[in-house]
């Protein structure tokens, strides 16, 4: 399996000549998509969900969501959209998907908490959206989001710590700047020397295998 980080909250996945894509958001380049047999989008928020780019997939292409995108959605795309809930389980692309969580974290006091869903694809990789659940099952490789205004480092380290997966990939990093995205691989640094397991930062348009 390949996995390939786009820009903020995006990873691509790739297995088999299968194309399998999570939350193409607005900070994301749409060449993300190309190819695409898949599209997995965790909740309704822009950074995650860009309906300009869901409006260029073809009608082959399976979306998978939580039901605050599905809803306003399901007529709207070419794509066929389908609504799953924490405990689904499904097939698509070629990948074997779990759903966990229910809800976005807690944003500013003055916004709604939305609906958000998780992915744990291939029982390996675990994608959480905007929200640090802990999945009911081993995780091998977690896309940990490491900035935004809902999250604070004390909670990411404490993540990292509780899953325990042998590896862990910043996502939602795209409003750091340089020195922040510096900050940010140092901290990762320091826990991934204190748990001896792969936790870094990959750049954009970077790639990692995962046996």
């Known amino acids: 399996m390949k996995l390939t ?10 297995k088999d000549g299968k194309v399998l894509v999570i939350d193409p958001g607005t900070f994301t380049d749409a060449a993300a998509l190309d190819g695409a047999d898949a599209v997995l989008i965790t909740h309704n928020h822009f950074d995650h969900a860009d309906r300009d780019k869901l409006l260029t997939l073809s009608p082959e292409v399976e979306v998978w969501t939580c039901e605050g995108v599905a809803s306003g959605a399901a007529e709207a795309l070419p794509a066929k959209v389908q609504t799953v809930r924490h ?15 229910e809800w976005h974290a807690a944003n500013h006091p003055d ?63 795209a409003l750091y700047s340089d020195l922040g995205l ?30």
């Open 111 to 173: 916004m709604p908490v939305v609906d958000n869903v998780g992915f744990l694809l291939d029982e390996e990789v675990f994608y959480p959206g905007d929200a640090f659940t802990v999945p009911d099952a081993s995780v091998g490789t977690l896309l940990v989001p490491t900035g935004a205004p809902w999250l604070k480092l004390a909670e990411v380290v404490e993540y990292l710590r509780t899953v325990k997966a042998a590896r862990a990939y910043s996502t939602h990093d």
């Open 87 to 101: 405990g689904d389980t499904f097939d698509t692309a070629g990948f074997g998907v779990k759903v966990f969580g």
């Open 5 to 14: 980080k786009f820009g903020h909250a995006c990873v691509r996945l790739e």
């Open 182 to 211: 510096g900050l940010v691989d140092n901290w990762l640094k320091m826990e991934a020397d204190k748990q001896g397991a792969d936790i870094r930062r990959i750049a954009v348009g970077d790639s990692v295998t995962l046996s």
